[in-house]
């Protein structure tokens, strides 16, 4: 004991100077990749070869221009707007409304169809691939965004189901009785009174899901083929493999940047929310 | 308390949201076991039951093997080397080891809001032997006979656990830190009080209080060493012959690409096996009474 604690204090001094050289070492691997990608965006693919570090030149948006309309970003972007609004709204909805009747009322199978739902968070997604493509396909929803809006929201159900039974949970009964007191239906009073006092689980879901549909690839690479459907990441990575014969980056590099700014961004504006979000999702799940 | 009672109205409260739940993950899910005794191109929906004749062809396929290898392969280091990076960030940050500490505790997590495909294809680009940042680094300090990093086996494989570690540690470290926190600094008083410096109060309290959260992220790490699919598929496409194979992008690869759809389902049957066997030997394991402080 004396020896480990000798030598802690002789060390302690080192060890902080080490440390904090990790940590801005580490800060600047984390960091610099994305600031060279921001800034290169802004550069012609000719002077990219030229000097791989140097800033632009001249600041132009030809890429970003180029990649919104030729590459067909644009398209992507607004695809991944669509697809990503209309799963949150579709899974939060009905993940809702199950969580809220798991929460606060009591019927036979209720256990049942609670472990149900939490079960689907440990398949792992390559096990039901095929089928749910060729499900998809049955349905006539293949490379729809129907199709792809509808799978997303039932891959989101477990996960929301999760956290907002946690969170309805919370409310007081005492609430709902009161509302069927003033003579709410059970709908108005879930729709008027319920769902508006769950906004904060609601939030932390939305985030979840915004984020992880936003950056989804492999489903949208299975179920949508068309071009003009894609989402960024698929619309990306199709990118990437065609430019890498053309030779021609400056497109993908301002790609990359739109698909990357509005995650980043709205991690900064919720920062605190978020990182309350994964604990609650990783201790309880 | 009748209004708790109603059934049939929290049936049809539950129904929407498990009718969609039943068709898009329950249905195929229990389909893929049936899929994975058969032979079928896909073209219609005949099947031909072969039995365990899939599993017999896997057995003897060698890029099966070589899939599975380098999955573990990826698994085993990245969940080595993740937890530990994290598990030094967070003791940093949280023990105010490190000045800055809420600048680093926001910036390590971006890599985790970015989409993979963004992440491989930003690394894909870093790593270029031409213009990409490593190589231009490195020629600062002379080195002029470079590797194209994707190109060659062993640093494609080097390649794509440094990615996915890169991708990971800032989540890792935002999980350890909320369970540091939630550790009574009474603990780390009577450490101090006890005369024990920073190295043994990790050691005597920090360490054996993060068992619990140990065994979750253990259970991630599986899953996700295991899922290796977008980084690999974008930045190597399983390539250099095959050293970057992952279980996932061979199980693609069958289905999607080469239209054996039995097949592929029976490789994601065995992935799913060994993860879930995994998972919970790893549980088990790990098992301990939880602490309550």
């Known amino acids: 004991m004396e020896d480990e604690n000798t030598l802690d204090r002789l060390f302690s001094g080192a060890r902080r100077i080490i440390t904090q050289c990790v940590f801005m070492v580490y800060g600047v691997i984390v960091v610099f990749p994305m600031i060279w990608l921001g800034y290169t965006a802004f550069k012609p693919t000719s002077e990219l070869f030229a000097s791989a570090w140097a800033l632009p030149v001249e600041w132009k948006l030809d890429n970003f221009v180029e990649a919104w309309t030729e590459a067909q970003i644009g398209d992507f972007f607004w695809n991944s707007i669509f697809v990503t609004i209309s799963t949150l709204v579709l899974q939060l909805f009905l993940g809702a409304m199950a969580s809220y009747a798991l929460a606060k009322y009591r019927f036979r199978g209720q256990n049942l169809v609670y472990y149900g739902f939490l079960a689907g968070l440990m398949f792992p997604i390559f096990l039901g691939l095929v089928p749910l493509f060729f499900l998809v396909k049955t349905l006539g929803l293949l490379d729809t965004h129907l199709g792809i809006i509808l799978v997303y929201a039932a891959f989101g159900i477990p996960f929301t189901v999760f956290v907002l039974t946690a969170f309805f949970r919370t409310i007081p009964t005492t609430i709902m009785e009161a509302g069927i007191m003033d003579g709410c239906g059970h709908f108005t009073l879930f729709l008027r009174i319920m769902l508006p006092l769950a906004k904060p689980g609601l939030t932390t879901v939305g985030i979840f899901t915004f984020i992880s549909i936003w950056n989804e690839y492999i489903l949208a690479l299975v179920l949508l083929s068309s071009s003009h459907l894609r989402t960024l990441p698929l619309g990306i990575a199709v990118l990437q493999f065609v430019q890498f014969y053309e030779v021609d980056f400056g497109a993908l590099f301002a790609g990359l940047v739109i698909v990357m700014l509005p995650t980043l961004i709205c991690y900064i504006v919720l920062q605190e929310q978020i990182t309350k979000g994964i604990t609650v999702g990783a201790v309880k799940g | ?293």
């Open chain 2, 1 to 293: 308390m009748s209004l708790q009672n109603n059934g049939r109205v929290a049936l049809l409260f539950v129904l929407p949201a498990f009718l969609f739940y039943l068709t898009f993950l329950i249905v195929p899910y229990a389909l893929a076991f049936g899929v994975s005794f058969v032979k079928w191109r896909g073209v219609t929906l005949n099947m031909e039951y072969t039995g365990l004749g899939n599993f017999a062809k896997m057995i003897g396929d060698p890029f099966f093997w070589k899939s599975l290898y380098n999955t573990v392969f990826f698994t085993v280091l990245t969940g080595i080397i993740v937890p530990c990076m994290a598990l030094y960030f967070a003791v940093a940050v949280t023990r105010k080891l490190v000045a800055g500490a809420r600048f680093f505790r926001i910036t390590f997590f971006f890599p985790n809001l970015i989409s993979q495909v963004a992440i491989a294809v930003l690394w894909w680009f870093a790593l270029n032997p031409e213009f990409g940042i490593l190589s231009n680094f490195l020629r600062l300090f002379g080195f002029t006979d470079l590797p194209s990093w994707l190109g060659e086996p062993g640093w494609a494989r080097a390649a794509i656990v440094a990615v996915k570690v890169w991708a990971a540690v800032g989540f890792y470290m935002v999980l350890y830190v909320s369970a540091i926190e939630g550790i009574p600094e009474d603990y780390y008083d009577a450490c101090k009080i006890d005369g024990a410096g920073e190295w043994q109060s990790f050691r005597h309290v920090t360490l054996p209080l993060l068992s619990e959260m140990m065994k979750v992220t253990g259970v991630f790490l599986l899953l996700n060493g295991f899922g290796t699919f977008d980084v690999v598929r974008i930045m190597t496409d399983g390539g250099p012959d095959r050293a970057t194979e992952t279980l996932a992008t061979y199980i693609y690869e069958n289905a999607f690409e080469l239209g054996k759809f039995g097949y592929a389902t029976t490789i994601a049957m065995t992935l799913f096996l060994i993860t879930f066997s995994l998972a919970m030997l790893s549980l088990w394991i790990q098992r301990r009474d939880s602490v309550e402080y």
